[in-house]
């Protein structure tokens, strides 16, 4: 029996998982990089300014909004921006003040038929 060819088979045994660790690790991270690209790319970027108005969405139809029913709340007013799409914001209807991610805004642009 050789055993130095035996040794050989064996650390070759051993390394091998450890290179497709790395390798899957790599692939890894290069999937989170394209993805993070892609989502930058398609992602909206909002930026309220302080007395603009914009609409609230309306959370509590997520289960079955329908096709009919509004998904935004009335027209607000823009208080205050806080880094990391924090906005404080007020409504016009009833005074009420309140801190909501950007996210869940959007901007009102008044009623079309008007004109």
């Known amino acids: 029996m050789n055993y130095e060819a035996f040794g050989k088979i064996r650390l070759l045994d051993i390394t091998e998982p450890?290179?497709?660790?790395?390798?899957a690790y790599e692939n890894a991270t290069i999937y989170k990089e394209k993805t993070k690209r892609w989502h930058d790319r398609i992602t909206l970027q909002r930026q309220f300014i302080v007395g603009q108005q914009v609409l609230l969405v309306n959370s509590r139809l997520k289960l079955h909004p329908g096709k009919l029913h509004s998904h935004w709340f009335e027209p607000f007013e823009v208080l205050e921006v806080f880094p990391h799409d924090a906005v404080t914001i007020r409504g016009l209807h009833n005074g009420h003040q309140f801190k909501v991610n950007g996210q869940r805004l959007k901007r009102y642009f008044g009623n079309i038929d008007q004109k």
Not at 18 to 23: A, K, Q, S, V
């Open 18 to 23: 450890e290179e497709i660790r790395r390798n």
